[in-house]
């Protein structure tokens, strides 16, 4: 069974750092394709950042790209988004995904909540 969970969440003032984490256990993540998503207040859920399996490649999205690093540390089997100078509008819950047995990401975390304040 796939469980993912993520963690590092916490509320900071705008421009502060935040390391958030994704654990997963029955899924080895160097093996599938993992990415970061958020969903702010009253806003439907979007992408953020993937890392591919095979070569370990990364997207971030262009709103992020110069603030968010997606990393995966095999050794530990966990995948982390380090999120820099943070604004009020990164505000929202930030969900771990993974693509396992369809083309689609169809395994998530429950959510670790960032909120940046003004």
């Known amino acids: 069974q796939v469980r993912l969970v993520e963690s590092g969440g916490g509320l900071v003032q705008a421009g502060d750092s935040l390391r958030i984490s994704c654990t997963a256990s029955g899924l080895t993540f160097s093996s599938h394709t993992a990415g970061w998503f958020r969903q702010a207040p009253g806003k439907e859920r979007e992408f953020v950042a993937r890392?591919?399996?095979?070569?370990?490649?990364?997207y971030v999205v262009d709103s992020v790209k110069d603030r968010f690093t997606i990393s995966r540390d095999n050794a530990k089997n966990t995948l982390s988004l380090q999120m820099n100078s943070l604004r009020p509008e990164d505000t929202a819950i930030y969900y771990c995904a993974a693509i396992v047995s369809s083309r689609k990401y169809d395994h998530w975390g429950q959510g670790t909540q960032v909120t940046v304040s003004s």
């Open positions: 890392i591919g399996w095979l070569d370990g490649s990364e």
